[in-house]
């Protein structure tokens, strides 16, 4: 029998997914420490459940050792792993494992994935490719950093998360207006990276016992900055069909690689990498947690395999049966244009008949739903083929006839569902 502590800041529905998965392995007991009290858990969730602690801060070590050792009688005083899929956990969570001697990420390793700045500096010392960096603690230091770096920057925390707080620079005036209102400080310095011009992809991959056991390779259109940067529009991620190509040559070496070089040992790993227009790659970041976005639910549904399940047997027994990849998959992430909540889903008609065999799962806004504060947007479709180029034919087609009316009002209704169909 294995024992599992869960950290659940809140129960939202992806986190939910992922403890769900944790709950259904055989011969496996489950706690909970949450921010929310148990009620917040659906009832068959809390049924399942070993014993639950509520603390007031999951990201605070202290308080999570103590509600850990609070925990462990109910899991016969023993705890094989203590997890959680928030990128913002791993360090915490890190440190009580440490000071309780629980197998999983140690301290170091947490860091290397957490901090950007680290992270960059190891790889460069790798002689992996990566952008130009530099971390500033002043004003003065980022003014002069950015020269070093060149403009167009990014600027963003070292230890962000999902492009969150993360911004295009153009010039060095607009760095200058920008750190006199939020100045850098040693105590939250200010990261600095080269602009890095190409399209976007994702290296998703699993260690185990530190060998490099699977991964999957994704690409992103547009970018994730540039959606940040204009909230109006929607975007995709394709799993192509087949990743064996020798175009993918090089980012199989330098992932593995990589994730050497920070450390990792058992995990799933999330990297963002970008290919430039001469062809090579620079590896923007790499996250020791599950994808976000749906990655997740886009990885099950390419290799017909539930990946929330996997990662919790990885998880919980460190082992992991790699899948072959049988489909091709992608997503469209419906980004409201304006502002206020949803008023309406225009263009789904037009669509119906034409995607009817390609769509697996779809959340589409609804009426009254308020605008999201994340770049993933109000809602999303999943599309799966046998065939890359017909995939992408169907997102083009929602890309370009889908459309999310915010307003004012919210007593609008949509205009349907999107059908679906096939299996996941």
């Known amino acids: 029998m294995r024992h599992v502590v869960f950290v659940v ?55 999570l050792e103590r509600a850990v050792c609070a925990l462990a009688p109910a899991l016969e005083g023993r705890i094989d792993a203590l997890i959680g899929i928030l990128e913002q956990l791993q360090v915490p969570l890190a440190e009580v494992r440490e000071r309780l001697g629980i197998r999983g990420m140690d301290v170091a390793t947490a860091h290397n994935f957490r901090d950007k700045a680290r992270m960059k500096d190891l790889l460069r010392k790798s002689d992996l490719p990566c952008a130009r960096h530099g971390l500033a603690k002043s004003a003065a230091e980022a003014l002069t950093l950015a020269k070093e770096v060149g403009y167009p920057l990014v600027v963003k925390p070292p230890d962000g998360a999902g492009a969150r707080n993360t911004f295009r620079v153009e010039a060095e005036a607009e760095l200058a207006s920008w750190v006199r209102t939020v100045p850098p400080t040693p105590a939250s310095p200010l990261l600095l990276e080269e602009f890095v011009r190409g399209r976007e992809h994702s290296f998703d991959s699993v260690s185990v016992h530190g060998e490099h056991v699977f991964h999957s390779i994704s690409r992103y259109t547009p970018t994730p900055l540039e959606v940040m940067q204009h909230p109006w529009i929607q975007w995709c991620v394709v799993l192509p069909r087949s990743i064996d190509s020798p175009e993918y040559d090089d980012i199989r070496a330098a992932g593995r690689a990589a994730l050497s070089a920070l450390g990792l040992v058992s995990g799933l790993t999330h990297m963002e990498w970008f ?29 017909d395999h539930d990946f929330y399940g996997a990662w919790a047997e990885l998880m919980a027994f460190e082992r992991f049966a790699a899948p072959e990849r049988k489909f091709a998959a992608g997503a469209i992430y419906l980004r409201g244009q304006g502002g206020g909540v949803v008023q309406g889903v225009h263009g789904i008609e037009a669509v119906r008949d034409r995607v009817r065999g390609l769509v697996v799962d779809a959340k589409l806004p609804q009426p009254g739903q308020k605008k999201s504060s994340s770049y993933e947007g109000e809602g999303y479709v999943i599309l799966r083929h046998a065939d890359t180029d017909a995939l992408e034919e169907g997102l083009a087609l929602l890309l370009k006839t889908l459309r999310v009316e915010l307003d004012a009002s919210s007593n609008a209704a949509t205009s349907g569902d999107v059908p679906k169909g096939g299996a996941r």
């Open 275 to 303: 290919r430039r227009p001469d062809g090579s790659l620079a590896i923007s970041e790499v996250a020791a947690r599950p994808p976000g976005a749906q990655f997740t639910s886009l990885l099950s549904v390419a290799y």
């Open 9 to 63: 800041p809140f129960a939202l529905d992806t986190t939910l997914r992922f403890l769900r998965a944790c709950i259904a392995l055989e011969g496996v007991r489950v706690g909970v420490i949450s921010q929310e009290g148990p009620a917040a858990l659906p009832r068959e969730v809390r049924a399942a459940l070993v014993g639950h602690r509520t603390i007031d801060d999951p990201l605070d070590s202290e308080q």
